[in-house]
Structure formats: C-alpha cells, structure tokens
C-alpha cells in the first residue's frame, strides 16, 4: 500500500487538539505517551515521564494524548520513515511547523519502539526471535542403523510468546526435499506479501 494510498484513506481525519497544541506542550504529551505505552517499565519510560507538566489540563492531554496515538500507529503500520510522517502531517493537518517538527523528532527517537510494541500486542502466537542453522555431512549425521548419501540441515529456532516468559527453543532437522518445500512455501508467502503491498 503506497503511502499516498494510506493519506487518501484517512484523509477525512482531522486532529483538531493536536493541531492547536503548542510545540512544547506537544512534545511532553507525545513523550508521556511513548513512556506510558511503548516503553513500559524501561528506565527511559522514567526518565521520560519525570518531573513532566505539559501546562494542560488532564481532559486536553488525554484529547492530544489521542489524536497522537491514531498518528503513531498509523505511521508504524506503514513502517514510515521521519520524511514520510513530515509528509503526511504537512499535506494532512493544520499542524504548525515547529510542532511537526516536535512529532518527527520524537518519531524519529522511538520508531523502533512503537513499531515493535504493536508487533508484540498484535501476535497471534509464539513470536520468532531468532533462526540459527547448519549443514551436516551425512557420515557425521548418520543414526543408528541408518545412512544417507545426502546432508542434513539441522535449524533452530527461538520463539517467545512474550518480553516476560523465557524464550524456547526448537530443533529439527531437514533433508533436501524438505528445505525445497519450505523455499517454496516462503517464497509463496512473499509473493503473496508483494503483491498486497504495491
């Protein structure tokens, strides 16, 4: 889906508490935002939050507080890079520049952050953290009572349902036939993907 695409689909939103709020004000909402729902528990998220009076009432933060997080997340399901949100906010809203250039900095800082938040909140299951793999000669392979001319590949895998259980890790082993499936099947999958995203 292509960026102009994206505008275009939401092009009817408006933001008008956070187009009104001030730089500075904007920024230490935008902050408490990242801190209290990207980076929970880090000691960034502390630093981020402390000793922090956006000069707001509660009920206009939580307003901006809003408006910043349908942005947010919106430039990180679309993996946005700090020109594109600039972009958008230039085209799409009423936004002064200096507070465009308050959100993109702060985009800029905690992309990462966010982007992997929504993975994590979003993941129907175990989370692949990891791949690692080898090819095994067939004389070194070989188990009891049973040759193969051909190499084995052993992969492991480590996968995580969440930041707070212990990762597992998952070992098997596939012969040529078998890795011919699974290239097949992923390159299925990109083709797929590919093709959604043009």
Same mark, same amino acid.
């Not at 939103?13 to 904007?26: D, G, S, T």
């Not at 000691?43 to 009432?57: N, Y």
């Not at 679309?78 to 799409?92: F, H, I, R, T």
């Not at 190499?151 to 082993?173: D, G, H, K, M």
């Given at each position: 889906?292509?960026?102009?695409?994206?505008?275009?689909?939401?092009?009817?939103?408006?933001?008008?508490?956070?187009?009104?709020?001030?730089?500075?004000?904007?920024?230490?909402?935008?902050?408490?935002?990242?801190?209290?729902?990207?980076?929970?528990?880090?000691?960034?998220?502390?630093?981020?939050?402390?000793?922090?009076?956006?000069?707001?009432?509660?009920?206009?933060?939580?307003?901006?507080?809003?408006?910043?997080?349908?942005?947010?997340?919106?430039?990180?399901?679309?993996?946005?890079?700090?020109?594109?949100?600039?972009?958008?906010?230039?085209?799409?809203?009423?936004?002064?520049?200096?507070?465009?250039?308050?959100?993109?900095?702060?985009?800029?800082?905690?992309?990462?952050?966010?982007?992997?938040?929504?993975?994590?909140?979003?993941?129907?299951?175990?989370?692949?953290?990891?791949?690692?793999? =080898?090819?095994?000669?067939? =004389?070194?392979?070989?188990?009891?009572?049973?040759?193969?001319?051909?190499?084995?590949?052993?992969?492991?895998?480590?996968?995580?349902?969440?930041?707070?259980?212990?990762?597992?890790?998952?070992?098997?082993?596939?012969? =040529?036939?078998?890795?011919?499936?699974?290239?097949?099947?992923?390159?299925?999958?990109?083709?797929?993907?590919?093709?959604?995203?043009?």
């Amino acid at each position: 889906v292509s960026t102009q695409s994206t505008w275009d689909a939401v092009g009817s939103i408006r933001h008008p508490i956070m187009e009104k709020a001030e730089p500075a004000h904007l920024q230490t909402v935008l902050q408490g935002l990242v801190a209290s729902s990207y980076l929970k528990g880090t000691p960034e998220a502390e630093e981020l939050l402390a000793d922090k009076d956006p000069g707001l009432s509660l009920e206009d933060q939580a307003a901006i507080a809003a408006d910043c997080q349908k942005v947010l997340e919106m430039a990180a399901l679309n993996d946005w890079s700090v020109a594109q949100l600039s972009a958008y906010l230039d085209e799409k809203t009423n936004m002064k520049k200096e507070s465009v250039k308050t959100f993109t900095k702060v985009w800029g800082r905690h992309r990462e952050a966010v982007h992997a938040s929504l993975c994590a909140s979003s993941s129907l299951g175990k989370k692949l953290l990891g791949v690692r793999w =080898r090819v095994e000669e067939p =004389r070194a392979f070989a188990k009891a009572g049973q040759h193969s001319s051909d190499p084995v590949a052993l992969v492991q895998l480590c996968l995580s349902a969440s930041p707070s259980q212990e990762a597992e890790t998952v070992v098997f082993e596939m012969n =040529r036939e078998t890795s011919e499936n699974v290239v097949r099947a992923l390159q299925a999958i990109q083709q797929q993907v590919e093709s959604l995203s043009r």
